[in-house]
């Protein structure tokens, strides 16, 4: 199974803050990478496929990065609104599997 | 606008029997496969497997294979997911997402509300 890792577990930034999100595959898994957001009590959302590309409706301060095994989340410009629990996932075989999660909490 | 939209929470004993609902719209349904995903109280995001309503043809993940049973029926666009026999470890909530894909690119979106699944004796 390709282990899906995220860096840091945890973290809290300022409105205006620019906040990255690192995810690491055990594996080189090409750009087959996603990111999704979920706030407490609800599902989660997808926000950014193959590594980079932004889904329809997503604010442009969420960008995404990366290829092989590193990966990145950046919010540029934090907003109230992005207190949140992120996920990586794979998609490079049929199991896909999460990263554990990034709480970010704004101050 | 396409939707996914599951059943409601659940309360059952353990050794009980299960089947919790996904129901789809908006787009076709023969067309994207659809994924179950859990989420234990408290921690991430576990992919259970995955259906192609086209066929049925049904990917589980090892963790799950042999508990869980993944079904469709086209017939009223919707997706299951059912348990022959409730353990209290299964007390989670259990998403439904439709696999969006570009080539052999894949996603989830979108997801279904959630089903709170509770089993105590």
């Known amino acids: 199974d390709i282990q899906m890792t995220q860096s840091p577990s945890s973290l809290s930034a300022s409105v205006g803050d620019r906040v990255t999100i690192t995810c690491r595959a055990s594996q080189n898994i090409d750009n087959y990478l996603n990111w999704y957001q979920q706030k407490p009590g609800k599902a989660p959302n997808l926000l950014i496929y193959a590594a980079l590309h932004l889904r329809t409706g997503v604010p442009s301060r969420f960008s995404g990065s990366g290829s092989g095994t590193d990966f990145t989340l950046t919010i540029s410009g934090l907003q109230p609104e992005d207190s949140a629990t992120y996920y990586c996932q794979h998609s490079y075989t049929t199991l896909y599997t999460f990263g554990q999660g990034t709480k970010l909490e704004i101050k | 606008e396409v939707q996914v939209v599951q059943s409601g929470a659940e309360v059952k004993k353990p050794g009980e029997s299960l089947m919790i609902s996904c129901k789809t719209s908006?787009?076709?349904?023969?067309?994207?496969?659809i994924t179950w995903l859990r989420q234990m109280p408290g921690r991430g995001l576990e992919w259970i497997g995955t259906?192609?309503?086209?066929?049925?043809?049904?990917k589980y993940s090892p963790s799950f294979q042999g508990h869980v049973t993944i079904s469709v029926d086209k017939s009223v666009i919707t997706a299951y997911l059912q348990w022959s026999s409730l353990k209290a470890s299964d007390t989670a909530m259990y998403y439904c997402?439709?696999?969006?894909?570009?080539?052999?690119?894949?996603?989830?979106?979108?997801w279904g509300q959630g089903t709170l699944v509770t089993v105590s004796s």
């Open positions: 997402a439709r696999l969006d894909y570009s080539g052999s690119l894949g996603w989830l979106d979108p």
């Open positions: 259906i192609d309503p086209k066929d049925s043809e049904t």
């Open positions: 908006g787009y076709s349904f023969t067309t994207y496969w």
